[in-house]
């Protein structure tokens, strides 16, 4: 497997920074208000626009309606931490095109109507389809849940229909349960148990999670995992993701880059050249006892209290190497430094 093209992705998620004012212990991208905001620049995001929107597609609905899977959206960390880089990216993104166009936030900043209706109209005006509310046990418990209540109620009446919940579940539970203020996560399992995590409501074990949450979920030895498929492939043509540095990071494997988006058309047309990049080599291949090796070699011991999933264990050794060597697809670097401690 010398080489390997990576698929042209027809829906993106863009990130303007990892910092956030949560630290969500289930974050995916380690995203926490200990990271530097690592702005782009308004040229470097205007070059990057122009790049996806040669590429993304809009929701089969139309260019104006959204869904999570088409266009763009703009996420992180949190992008409303610096509204007015954001309403620069929603009128750049508007005049390249770019389809079915949403932001992801978590809601920190609804501290009152007239605020939050000036700002969400503010970035319909300059094209913004709709909006993100993240709705989960972990957003509640440093965010107010008014402040969710607020967006969803105002975003539905300037977005309508293009006002997302994720996760919808959650909402209904919280409103049920007549919820003020936060709710640190252990009260929330004396009240509704890891069941709540069960049925339709989506919970990956990656990213923080893996560190965080390990003691709500059993833990097996590293070989049940070895042969093991990716819970989400690895090389996909939807919902990817390009953050702040320039990283192409594949589905929701945080901290691991395909490379700078500058290079999309070298990657998708004549491919990676997998030799230089072991550890893609491995984890594009299946080959997760060759990523264990390279691992041990690296000093890598395997941790008796076990692995809760495919994704913690390829997280567990990718931080090792990380830190063991300079692996260039291991970006940000910074990301490993950020999974267990904020
Ligand atoms: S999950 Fe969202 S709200 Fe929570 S830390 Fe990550 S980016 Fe912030
Ligand atoms: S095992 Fe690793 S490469 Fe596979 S989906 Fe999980 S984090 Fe990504």
């Known amino acids: 497997m010398p080489r390997i093209r990576v698929p042209q992705s027809f829906s993106a998620g863009l990130f303007l920074t990892y910092c956030c004012p949560s630290a969500?212990?289930?974050?995916?991208?380690?995203?926490?208000?200990?990271?530097?905001?690592?702005?782009?620049?308004?040229?470097?995001?205007?070059?990057?626009?122009?790049?996806?929107?040669?590429?993304?597609?809009?929701?089969?609905?139309?260019?104006?309606?959204?869904?999570?899977?088409?266009?763009?959206?703009?996420?992180?960390?949190?992008?409303?931490?610096?509204?007015?880089?954001?309403?620069?990216?929603?009128?750049?993104?508007?005049?390249?095109?770019?389809?079915?166009?949403?932001?992801?936030?978590?809601?920190?900043?609804?501290?009152?109507?007239?605020?939050?209706?000036?700002?969400?109209?503010?970035?319909?005006?300059?094209?913004?389809?709709?909006l993100l509310v993240s709705v989960n046990p972990f957003t509640v418990e440093r965010i107010?849940?008014?402040?969710?209540?607020?967006?969803?109620?105002?975003?539905?009446?300037?977005?309508?229909?293009?006002?997302?919940?994720?996760?919808?579940?959650?909402?209904?539970?919280?409103?049920?349960?007549?919820?003020?203020?936060?709710?640190?996560?252990?009260?929330?399992?004396?009240?509704?148990?890891?069941?709540?995590?069960?049925?339709?409501?989506?919970?990956?074990?990656?990213?923080?999670?893996?560190?965080?949450?390990?003691?709500?979920?059993?833990?097996?030895?590293?070989e049940r995992f070895l042969a093991q498929p990716c819970p989400t492939p690895l090389l996909r043509n939807w919902h990817n993701h390009v953050d702040n540095y320039g990283n192409l990071l594949p589905g929701f494997c945080g901290g691991l880059s395909l490379g700078h988006w500058r290079d999309l058309d070298r990657l998708e047309t004549e491919g990676l050249e997998l030799q230089e990049y072991p550890i893609l080599k491995y984890l594009i291949s299946g080959d997760m006892a060759g990523l264990l090796d390279l691992a041990r070699a690296h000093g890598y011991r395997t941790r008796p209290a076990g692995y809760i999933s495919k994704c913690h264990l390829c997280l567990d050794l990718r931080k090792c190497l990380a830190d063991q060597g300079d692996f260039r697809e291991l970006r940000p670097r910074e990301f490993y430094k950020h999974l267990e401690n904020d």
């Not at 993304?56 to 959206?73: A, D, E, K, M, Q």
């Not at 919970?203 to 893996?210: D, E, I, T, V």
């Open 144 to 222: 107010p849940f008014e402040r969710l209540e607020r967006a969803i109620r105002l975003g539905q009446q300037v977005f309508g229909r293009n006002l997302l919940i994720y996760q919808v579940e959650f909402y209904h539970l919280f409103r049920q349960q007549g919820l003020q203020g936060t709710l640190p996560l252990e009260d929330f399992l004396t009240l509704f148990g890891p069941r709540a995590f069960a049925g339709t409501t989506e919970l990956l074990l990656a990213g923080r999670a893996a560190y965080r949450l390990q003691h709500l979920f059993p833990v097996h030895p590293a």
């Open 24 to 130: 969500c212990r289930h974050c995916l991208y380690a995203c926490s208000p200990a990271w530097p905001a690592d702005w782009p620049g308004l040229e470097e995001l205007e070059a990057c626009l122009a790049a996806l929107s040669r590429r993304l597609r809009p929701h089969p609905w139309g260019p104006r309606t959204v869904g999570f899977n088409y266009g763009l959206h703009f996420t992180g960390g949190e992008p409303f931490l610096n509204f007015e880089l954001l309403l620069d990216g929603v009128r750049l993104a508007s005049e390249y095109r770019l389809p079915s166009l949403f932001v992801e936030t978590n809601c920190f900043w609804c501290r009152d109507d007239d605020l939050t209706r000036d700002r969400l109209l503010a970035l319909k005006g300059a094209g913004l389809h709709g």
